[in-house]
């Protein structure tokens, strides 16, 4: 068996296992496993710029949480008793300020495109592409590399993040969006505990790892390998070194957005602490565990690890260990295998498709 | 004027914890997201010992240098030791080492998963108490200037100082800088570089330590205090240009002064937007640093 039927066998595996789980699931769990296959779609988004471009964004978070962001206004703005005015804003105003969106806060003119909810699903994907376009556009432009663009993604997130706390009236602050309408599209409902939001979450999934892959089998990821491998060589092959860098890091960033607005769908909330750095760091590792170049790695990565770590939440003993594990298994999976789960699977079928090789040879010699 | 004695307050903090990461980061080009642990771990030593011990804050310094010192020691023993070459890796490797830290510190060492638990660690929030002395304030041209401010600044500088002494006057100073501009041709001479390393990784996390320590006397202690710090230390080293004693100095000096008078203009937020911001500028405009002049 050669590693690339191998590879298509786990996709096939994958995807029927993640459609057939809430078959089996009851409904904490479907919403859980929901939840999982969300941080799966920000590992395919670190995957994809970090893997196969080598840029390390630790600021995925800003992308993830301005997903959440866009979405969860507009969810907010659904819900009766926050019309015409969102209660958190008419517990902020100023005593004489007019009740309507266009000023009763500062800045709250910006929800008013949020009133429909195709704006916030476009602006949930768009809005953290034209933010990554932006910041790339100059860390790239500047031929920043390595460390420092994770050090200033880093940095954008961190002031994402307090400025998301520190503007309460218009951000809802430290708490963040929680009173939420469900999403509905043409008078279907989307029941975060139901199998609905699962499927929706799954087959999003499903499209982006297809997409993904389609796109980086192609022209656009063996240049994107040129680049990780070798920056200065790429450019004098003629390749346009910044231009993919900063594609690739603004469709990262739209997968991130995605996957946002899919948590706002499934946990109902948003909040400022997923622009957290730990959460960003912990996107990483996720994908970093599962296998930075594999798309399909990164996502069982993500769904091994938030799985077990729920199951350590769950118990006494385990859930003050946790984290030490977790830290744990950071540093064995840095230490000792810097391909992560997909790696070991790649050495693997190469290893078995080498000793059938080497079986069939001595056969025929055998024979001979 | 009071403004900028804060500003300066918080400068001699972040110099101190950027000035070891500059060197591990400078010399090693060992990016040590734990490094922020060391200043929690220098923190806690002080609360445990004023607690159970009763030393006062000036016993701990040594102490906590010490502790951090041997922390950083078997940190680059067992994990970093294995990553030199791999930047980004060793900042996944350090941040796992960071979780596992805080999380020891919140379960009593282990202890708490078997009942025992020791006076001053979990995941409580710690005070630490200040001698008499350090609580006082002085008058300097009419402005009001907390002591202990003043003994952090003047900490800073001698922290400073020892280290410059060490760098530039000393056997294993000259054999740290040689590692740093030319590892192979520094090891091809005969300098251990490994053991080098080993000793910068120690030296500088015990200058964290102290940091935590000085900390401890104006902040309250959480297992979770070190993040911050290592983020804003590392913006400094970086900003500051990497390897630099005198560019770490300086632009501590100035982040700590333009975080402190936007705090007092607008508020704390804003403060640490502009100083990110501020950082993101020059690493963009001059990614080699503030003060760097010749490029090698």
């Keep these: 068996m050669t590693y690339r039927t191998a590879s298509i066998i786990a996709y096939i595996v994958f995807f029927a296992v993640v459609l057939a789980l809430p078959l089996v699931l009851n409904s904490f769990w479907t919403n859980r496993v929901a939840i999982y296959l969300v941080y799966s779609i920000c590992a395919i988004g670190i995957s994809m710029s970090w893997g196969y471009a080598g840029i390390l964004s630790l600021g995925q978070g800003l992308f993830f949480g301005m997903g959440a962001y866009m979405l969860a206004m507009s969810l907010t703005l659904a819900v009766p008793d926050n019309n015409p005015v969102p209660q958190l804003m008419l517990l902020n105003m100023e005593p004489d300020a007019v009740r309507d969106l266009c000023c009763v806060t500062t800045g709250s003119f910006l929800w008013i495109p949020f009133r429909s909810v195709a704006v916030g699903m476009i602006a949930g994907i768009v809005v953290p592409c034209i933010l990554a376009a932006g910041i790339g556009y100059v860390m790239f432009k500047r031929r920043t590399t390595g460390v420092y663009v994770s050090i200033i993604t880093l940095a954008f997130a961190l002031i994402g993040q307090l400025l998301i706390i520190n503007n309460q009236p218009l951000t809802g602050g430290f708490n963040g969006l929680a009173d939420l309408a469900l999403l509905e599209i043409g008078g279907f409902e989307f029941d975060p505990y139901g199998p609905s939001a699962y499927y929706a979450v799954a087959f999003t999934l499903i499209v982006v790892i297809l997409l993904a892959r389609y796109m980086l089998a192609g022209r656009i990821g063996q240049v994107l390998k040129a680049i990780r491998e070798d920056e200065a060589r790429a450019r004098y092959l003629g390749y346009d070194v910044e231009n993919y860098k900063l594609f690739i890091f603004c469709v990262s960033a739209g997968v991130a957005g995605l996957a946002g607005m899919l948590f706002t769908l499934t946990s109902e909330f948003a909040t400022p602490s997923l622009m957290a750095t730990s959460l960003s760091i912990s996107m990483v590792i996720w994908a970093a565990t599962g296998g930075r170049a594999s798309l399909l790695g990164a996502c069982i990565g993500a769904l091994i690890v938030n799985f077990v770590g729920s199951l350590a939440s769950e118990s006494a003993t385990f859930q003050p260990v946790w984290p030490i594990i977790l830290g744990l298994l950071f540093v064995v999976v840095v230490l000792f295998m810097p391909n992560g789960i997909a790696g070991i699977f790649k050495a693997f079928i190469e290893r078995s498709g080498k000793a059938e090789r080497f079986a069939k040879a001595e056969l025929s010699a055998r024979e001979a | 004027m009071e403004t900028f004695v804060i500003g300066l307050s918080i400068a001699s903090i972040l110099f101190m914890v950027a000035l070891g990461l500059a060197i591990i980061y400078g010399t ?131 922290l400073g100082a020892i280290t410059w002494l060490l760098m530039f006057r000393t056997r294993f100073g000259s054999q740290l800088r040689a590692v740093s501009v030319a590892r192979n041709t520094a090891a091809a001479c005969g300098i251990n570089d490994k053991r080098v390393n080993m000793l910068a990784f120690a030296y500088g996390s015990g200058l964290a330590g102290i940091a935590g320590v000085l900390v401890s006397g104006f902040k309250t202690v959480s297992p979770d205090m070190g993040t911050p710090y290592v983020v804003d230390a590392f913006l400094v080293v970086v900003a500051g240009g990497v390897g630099h004693l005198l560019g770490t100095f300086a632009s501590a000096g100035i982040l700590g002064e333009v975080q402190s008078f936007v705090a007092t203009w607008a508020n704390d937020v804003y403060g640490r937007t502009v100083l990110f911001a501020v950082v993101i500028f020059i690493l963009l405009f001059k990614p080699q640093g503030l003060f760097v002049t010749k490029s090698r």
């Design chain 2, 28 to 158: 090693m080009n060992v990016i040590n997201l734990a490094h922020g642990e060391m200043v929690m771990i220098g923190a806690y030593t002080t609360v445990l010992a004023t607690k159970h011990l009763g030393f006062n804050i000036y016993l701990c310094l040594p102490l906590a240098f010490l502790v951090t010192a041997t922390f950083g020691l078997i940190i680059e023993r067992t994990v970093v030791r294995r990553l030199y070459g791999r930047l980004l890796d060793t900042l996944l490797a350090t941040w796992g080492i960071a979780l596992i830290l805080q999380q020891l510190i919140r379960i009593h060492f282990g202890l708490g998963l078997f009942g025992v638990e020791i006076d001053g660690l979990g995941s409580d929030l710690q005070n630490v108490p200040v001698p008499a002395e350090l609580q006082q304030a002085f008058q300097l041209f009419g402005a009001n200037i907390p002591v202990y401010r003043a003994f952090v600044f003047v900490a800073a500088l001698a």
